[in-house]
Each structure stands twice: as structure tokens, then as C-alpha cells.
């Protein structure tokens, strides 16, 4: 069975930053894209970055050049670094992946911006 489990989430002001986490098991890791998405409150799940397995990255136009993600593939984990964070940014954020024709998720963890 495929885990995955987000943390790192947490209170911030507007400017700061945060590392999120996303550890994943019960896969071969290195062969898997991975991906973070966003919910905003009373909003539907949007694709922020995702990650190929060869390392490549893409990003939604509103996190370009604020967020960055990378992946572990010794430790199985993928990261999202989150900077200069806007109120707007604030919501659940999720760890995705596509495993035998499923959409994988985590539970999610929780970023709040405000001041």
C-alpha cells in the first residue's frame, strides 16, 4: 500500500516562509513523479509544482520564483520550500502522486498566512 504523509505546515506572516514535507512509502520512489497541490478554503485542489522522477520541475504562475520543490530519493521524500508567503497562499497543501491509474494523496498539512 502507498503512503504518503505531509507535515510542516504552520502559522506564518506575510513575507515568511516554510519547508513542507512529504514522506512516501510503499513505492519505488526514484521511478515516481510527485506533486504538491493547494486548497484554498471552499476552493477545489490546484497543482502548485510537481517533480518527474528525473528531477524536472514545473510551477503554477503564482508560486513561480517564491516556491521550489525537490525530492530525496535516498530518503523517499519530496519537499516544497515556500517563500515570500501572501495571505493567498494560505490552505491545506497536499503530496500527490499517480500509482497503477490512482491518484495517491496524503492527508494534507495546513498553512495559514496571516499577520
Not at 71 to 86: A, G, H, I, P, T
Not at 91 to 112: N, S
Amino acid at each position: 500500500q502507498v503512503y504518503l504523509v505531509e507535515s510542516g505546515g504552520g502559522l506564518v506572516q506575510p513575507g515568511g516562509s516554510l519547508r513542507l514535507s512529504c514522506a512516501a512509502s510503499g513505492l519505488n520512489f526514484r521511478l515516481f513523479a510527485m506533486a504538491w497541490y493547494h486548497q484554498a478554503p471552499e476552493k477545489q485542489r490546484e497543482l502548485v509544482a510537481n517533480i518527474s522522477s528525473n528531477g524536472a520541475a514545473n510551477y503554477a504562475e503564482s508560486v513561480k520564483g517564491r516556491f521550489t520543490i525537490s525530492r530525496d530519493n535516498v530518503w523517499n521524500r519530496v519537499y516544497l520550500q515556500m517563500n515570500s508567503l501572501k495571505p493567498e497562499d494560505t490552505g491545506v497543501y497536499f503530496c500527490g502522486t499517480r500509482y497503477r491509474a490512482r491518484d495517491i494523496w496524503g492527508q494534507g498539512t495546513q498553512v495559514t498566512v496571516s499577520s
